[in-house]
């Protein structure tokens, strides 16, 4: 124990170290508490219908899915593939439709690539290959989010 009260009055960053280290230990298990005893709450995924020879993307993805949070923000996920070049990949349904065009970057098996979402519901990809090669290969939507309005 004296060589340790020494090597901690030699070096003060030892004793932070120590200090910080047991603070992590009680902090983890803390959390630990706290996750178990607030689980999140599940969530409904609607589906989405696939259009315009559109087709799930496959690779362990997700089927096109959304849900609408409590906050009014709607969230996808899913993928597709192979459909029309420049033609909706699905609709989105009437009260989960943003007020105006947005334009969203998107995963694709060959980088990134956008996505609109119009008024309408119509959600166009597109990439800069000019023939969308890269977006029809494969469309990820996982991640995408936007607040109603």
């Keep these: 124990m ?10 003060p960053a030892i004793a932070i170290a120590s200090a910080a280290l047991v603070m992590s230990v009680a902090g983890g298990a803390t959390a630990a508490t706290v996750a178990h ?6 969530v409904t995924w ?5 259009i315009n020879g559109w087709k799930f993307g496959q690779f362990n993805s997700f089927h096109a899915a959304y849900y609408l949070d409590s906050n009014h923000v709607v969230h996808l996920r899913g993928s597709a593939r192979t459909g029309l ?3 909706p990949v699905f609709r989105l349904p009437r009260g989960v439709r943003p007020s105006h065009v947005l334009s969203i970057t998107i995963y694709t098996s060959l980088g990134p690539a956008e996505m609109n979402i119009l008024p309408g519901g119509q959600v166009i990809v597109f990439d800069e290959t000019g023939s969308d090669t890269n977006v029809r290969d494969f469309s990820s939507f996982d991640g995408v989010s936007f607040p109603l309005g």
């Excluded at 340790?4 to 070096?11: A, F, M, Y």
């Excluded at 005893?37 to 599940?42: L, V, Y």
């Design 46 to 50: 609607h589906p989405l219908t696939l």
């Design 85 to 87: 070049a420049g033609k």
């Design 2 to 11: 004296s060589r340790l009260r020494s090597l901690i009055g030699q070096s």
């Design 37 to 42: 005893e607030s689980p999140a709450s599940s």
